[in-house]
């Protein structure tokens, strides 16, 4: 037995640490993301997230299978949290996972395959939808800096997938010359 866990947790050391590493540095701005969200000082989204890992590390899971917060729980808790404070938020996330745990026992995962595609999709959008309805606060009465970030992350997400799938050199390219071009100006 000894043998058999040790060939689970340790035959691919190297490809755990750079998996857990690139989860952990996407659960971080998500978790405080969703901390925001939710009406919660973004450290108890940082220590839950933290406690997520760890316990699913030691406990299970499967390869593949990252344990984090979801924008649905997020959005969920922010009615809970403003009407009856914290200490429920705790007590909601215990019943969440006693009813996890009953659903994986009875096998519920498979009553999946009944919910179609489409219907999937609409939750999804909506619950995008729902978010950046619940940021919308965030960008009022604020300087023109967040503006300007916002503009520019939003650039990268939409505008970058077309100019890396055109011509990957130049791209490149382009950006390092930018980059020391702003760097020579700006840098004091």
């Keep these: 037995m000894l043998l058999k866990l040790k060939e689970e947790w ?22 405080i993301a969703f901390s925001i969200i939710a009406g919660v000082d973004p450290k108890v989204g940082l220590y839950a997230s933290f406690s ?21 729980m997020a959005l969920l808790m922010v009615t809970l949290v403003k009407e009856h404070g914290l200490e ?11 009813i996890q745990i009953l659903a994986g026992t ?36 604020v300087t023109w800096h967040v503006y300007a970030m916002t503009a520019a992350g939003l650039g990268i997400i939409y505008l970058f997938p077309y100019l890396l799938y055109r011509e990957k050199h ?9 980059s020391d071009i702003g760097g020579y100006f700006l840098w004091p």
């Design 10 to 31: 340790f035959s691919n050391i190297r490809g755990d640490l750079l998996a857990g590493l690139v989860v952990a540095l996407a659960l971080i701005p998500e978790a």
């Design 106 to 141: 009875l096998k519920l995962g498979s009553l999946m395959r009944f919910v179609s595609r489409s219907v999937v999709t609409g939750f999804v959008n909506a619950l995008a939808i729902l978010i950046f309805i619940a940021q919308l606060p965030e960008l009022t009465h």
């Design 170 to 178: 130049s791209v490149a390219f382009g950006l390092d010359c930018g």
């Design 88 to 98: 429920y938020l705790l007590a909601a996330t215990l019943l969440t996972g006693v």
């Design 52 to 72: 997520i890992s760890v316990i699913i590390a030691i406990v299970g899971g499967r390869p593949g299978m990252i344990s984090a917060a979801t924008g649905a």
